[in-house]
């Protein structure tokens, strides 16, 4: 565990565990920052250690951004490690670039569940049960992803909650000098700073909200418009795809195509294709190797090669991709992401097990049900939510939420409903497709991104940047 008791009254004190910044290569420096386990106990003990990470400013310094990629389960730490790619060079010029692995995510006392052999039997599950037996053995394994993570997570499992995180964020702020925050967070990183603002709205600088969730959602209902979104994007990518040579599929109409992915989903289901030699590629791992290169246009190219080797029975492409959307390594070893996404998700909204058949495929054929069911472990989960409240941000500045109308991630009605939900939002929507998008080649949105944060131009609400390409 990467909890830790100590019993010398300094010791319990909040604040950096190292009291200098070390460099850790690249031009990057390191630190570790000591929170307590429980911030309604913060004189308790128990502290988390968070690693944090700075890039700092090529230019004059305006202060720090702190920065959230999502997942939730995503690590900020090697988010930042990418901060020359991931981030504008204005952005790089004027801010000391912050990240920080979240309690329960990458090196700040990771949250641990299945193995790595049960975490391989978990997700090749069957999605879409088609019989009694077929929805036991879901439940089942829903109930054994539960109870593994209370087990081997132990007291650090009811204080991963996006409210513990949020406090954990304004510590940072603190330990960091600065007097206000500023703060880019990306789809599940924008709840985390929504969050944040309707905690402490007087200490916020600026925020930008990418690739918005919907603060009002449960898990079921976040999954289904996901999986809708995910469908919007294979129409998306099927339109673009027919219309250019090279297509794989063998009609020519897009409800042509799309018919042909629902019986590659369908034969899988029945017969699993060959894999890597050990693993077979069953329906649900066919599923997860279409979602991941469906996130970025960038990505069809491989999409369209996934599809051509899997119609003539080759599922290693669809294998692969699978690996890297849920975290596994070539050796086999998971890297965490899926433990600490449900652990966050399932913190912030346990759910009813019998709501899930409602809606499971009710609004995309495809995916609905994969996605729907993948939250099966919140409703056997062993404690009671730390969400209570929807955030409002009442008092905050202008809080800038970015919209991608075609997002198959965070759906763009997500963001209209942060926006409309935060008193402060201002919503800026971008008329393209992909996950989130600052940063994603609109010189629109990266404009008004930047003349924000280092400049406090606040753009007027429904501001309108065209797609690219």
């Known amino acids: 565990m990467a909890v830790t008791c100590l019993a010398g009254a300094s010791d319990r004190r909040q604040g950096w565990a190292r009291s200098v910044w070390t460099e850790c290569g690249g031009g990057f420096s390191c630190a570790t920052l000591r929170v307590p386990l429980n911030h309604r106990r913060p004189g308790s003990g128990e502290q988390v250690d968070l690693a944090v990470i700075r890039l700092p400013a090529s230019g ?24 020359r790619v991931v981030l504008g060079e204005k952005v790089r010029e004027r801010f000391d670039i912050v990240g ?12 641990r569940c299945l193995t790595d052999p049960e975490l391989d039997a978990f997700v090749a599950l069957d999605g879409t049960p088609d019989s009694a037996a077929e929805r036991a053995a879901l439940e089942e ?52 700073g929504a969050v944040y603002a309707e905690l402490f709205p007087g200490r ?21 418009e ?17 219309a250019a040579a090279g297509c794989p599929f063998r009609s020519r109409t897009v409800g042509g195509a799309l018919a042909e992915v629902s019986e590659l989903l369908r034969r899988t289901d029945e017969r699993p294709l060959r894999g890597d ?81 409602r809606f499971a495929g009710r609004r995309a054929p495809r995916f609905g049900a ?71 080649g609109s010189g629109c949105v990266d404009a008004v991104v930047e003349e924000y944060l280092v400049a406090g131009v606040v753009p007027g609400d429904g501001v309108v940047c065209p797609g690219i390409g």
């Open 226 to 242: 996901q999986a809708a979104g995910f469908e919007r994007a294979l129409r998306s990518y099927v339109e673009d795809c027919v």
């Open 100 to 111: 920080f692995d979240p309690r329960g995510v990458g090196s700040s006392a990771p949250v």
């Open 60 to 83: 004059e310094r305006i202060g720090s951004l702190v920065v959230n990629p999502g997942g939730p389960g995503l690590s900020g730490v090697e988010y930042v490690r990418a901060a």
């Open 141 to 192: 394994g829903a109930r054994r992803f539960a109870q593994a993570c209370r087990r081997r997570s132990g007291g650090l499992l009811p204080h991963v909650g996006t409210v513990d995180v949020a406090r954990d964020l304004d510590l940072l702020r603190q330990a960091l000098g600065e007097r206000k925050l500023t703060y880019l967070g990306k789809s599940y990183g924008t709840l985390l």
């Open 204 to 224: 916020v600088r600026a925020m930008v909200l990418d690739g918005a969730l919907d603060p009002s959602a449960s898990p079921l209902r976040l999954a289904a």
């Open 277 to 357: 030699g050990r693993r077979r590629v069953t329906q649900a791992v066919a599923v997860l190797g279409l979602l991941g290169p469906l996130h970025d246009p960038v990505l069809w190219p491989e999409l369209s090669e996934t599809l051509r080797r899997a119609f003539t029975g080759d599922g290693a492409w669809l294998l692969r991709n699978a690996d890297q959307f849920v975290g596994r390594r070539d050796d086999g070893g998971y890297s965490g992401e899926m433990a600490a996404n449900m652990a966050v998700t399932c913190a912030d909204h346990p759910t009813d097990p019998s709501r899930y058949g």
């Open 370 to 440: 994969h996605l729907v069911w993948a939250s099966l472990p919140c409703a056997y989960w062993p404690h009671p939510s730390s969400f209570d409240r929807l955030p409002r941000a009442e008092g905050a500045p202008p809080i800038l939420v970015i919209g991608t109308e075609r997002d198959p991630v965070t759906p763009y009605a997500w963001a209209r409903r942060m926006a409309r939900e935060l008193e402060p939002g201002v919503l800026v929507t971008y008329e393209g497709d992909g996950h989130t998008g600052y940063a994603g």
